[in-house]
């Protein structure tokens, strides 16, 4: 079996289903043309946990974790049925890579997973769990989940990391038509570089090397899953995607780990 895609996005404010804008246009496409998982296996920001936690939840809720946005987002449901055949696999791959894990029966779908699932599979027909993230652990940890990980692509699962490229309120002008800022390119487009030359030990340190790093990320939890995303791409290169800057600050930057997809595609504007 060929291996299935690995697929980082930055899911943006949660509102971005009622606006969905150039990213929900490319989230869309890349639904209808990417191979259809048997399964997904969703890491998202908005998950933490001290160690690594799977459901197994046969049919995960749809958890409005936000406040204070307008009323039909709220009466949005992503109704895709739970993958709980998938938490023992996920709790087997991170046991033999030494990494502790336990299984939740209860958790549903936080917004770092449902709302981009809203647009890449709106039928929401194929099983979706979540694994979570350690907030107080660094990137490195990070990658090591991703690599323990990566035998999923061998199995039909698709892993869609969901976190952001940049996660600074401050940065942010909550204008529509609000222009890139300046430092949020900056380091997207640095990052963007560093993927691309393969120079993991950089990203690794990116709150030192990269122009703007600690400011990007006054907390890393927004940047933790693409370091999964990058472990579960094992030495592959993937492909980036720009659809767009949200509220000025917000780069919306995907990546792609998929060796069928369409090399014509290595960047899209």
């Given amino acids: 079996m060929p291996l299935h895609p690995v697929l980082f996005v930055s899911h943006g404010a949660p509102d971005l ?11 869309a496409e890349l639904g209808q043309t990417l191979p259809r998982p048997r399964a ?12 690594p936690v799977v459901s197994a939840t046969p049919k995960p809720e749809t958890l409005h974790d936000f406040s204070g946005f307008p009323a039909a987002l709220y009466q949005l449901r992503h109704e895709a049925p739970g993958a709980p055949d998938l938490a023992p696999r996920v709790q087997d791959l991170l046991s033999s890579a030494g990494l502790p894990i336990d299984i939740d029966h209860r958790r549903g779908l936080d917004h770092g997973a449902w709302v981009p699932l809203q647009l890449l599979y709106p039928a929401a027909d194929i099983p979706v769990t979540q694994l979570s993230l350690q907030p107080a652990a660094g990137p490195e940890w990070h990658l090591r989940l991703g690599e323990a990980l990566a035998p999923l692509r061998q199995e039909g699962v698709l892993i869609l990391a969901s976190g952001a490229i940049t996660h600074n309120f401050g940065w942010l002008s909550w204008s529509a038509d609000a222009p890139p800022y300046g430092p949020a390119r900056e380091f997207s487009d640095w990052v963007a570089a560093r993927i691309t030359a393969g120079e993991r030990h950089a990203l ?66």
């Fill in 40 to 51: 997904i296996l969703a890491v998202s920001a908005h998950w933490g946990s001290s160690r």
């Fill in 204 to 269: 690794l340190d990116y709150r030192r090397l990269a122009p703007h790093g600690s400011s990007a990320h006054p907390t890393e939890e927004h940047l933790h899953p693409l370091f999964v995303a990058l472990g579960a791409g094992k030495n592959q290169t993937p492909r980036r995607y720009t659809p767009e800057f949200i509220y000025g600050g917000l780069a919306m930057d995907v990546y792609l780990w998929d060796t069928a997809h369409d090399e014509a595609n290595q960047q899209v504007s």
């Fill in 17 to 27: 289903l009622l606006h969905p804008g150039r990213t929900g246009a490319l989230w």
